[in-house]
């Protein structure tokens, strides 16, 4: 499951084996995904396509949900927030909206940048920032543990992102 611009929960595979891609499609997401900020022309040209093919191609792969849009990333140390650190949270699943109150609770949590949903012992993990060790134990205590339905809760310190790339081998 993913999350829409509005928060609404969307599956994270509408169409999964239902859209096949050729070598064209291949050539022309490679070249999007090195570069989204490229202009039109400069990416038919390196995908080997007209514009005019370029953009038909496009239009076809969004109206296909194959690409949901061009993001801005944001490195939040440069405005200083030093301290990202990944929460497994469990959750007391006798109560009947566990997830459902936990979920639309944490959402709330500006520092919270990402929220994913497990089967297994981790129930959910939750992407948190903060500016330092203090700003993160405040974070913790007053909106973190405050959340609805936690049983358990593991944090792991992020050290250093050594992978961080979203492309596709295509």
Partial sequence: MD???????IPSCENCGEFMLDDTDRRILRQ??????ASTADLADRA???PTTLSRRLD??????VLRGVRGQIHWPALGYAVEVS???????TAPRAFDDFIEAAREVPEVLEIQTFLGQVDVR???IARDMGHYQ???????LTLPHIADIEALMHVARLKGQEALPL
């Fill in 126 to 128: 939750l992407s948190v």
């Fill in 138 to 144: 405040q974070l913790y205590r007053e909106n973190i």
């Fill in 60 to 65: 076809r792969l969004r109206a296909a949900g």
């Fill in 3 to 9: 999350l829409s611009n509005d928060g609404e929960i």
């Fill in 48 to 50: 080997g396509v007209t």
């Fill in 32 to 37: 999007f995904q090195a570069d989204p900020e």
């Fill in 87 to 93: 929460l497994r949270v469990t959750l007391d699943k």
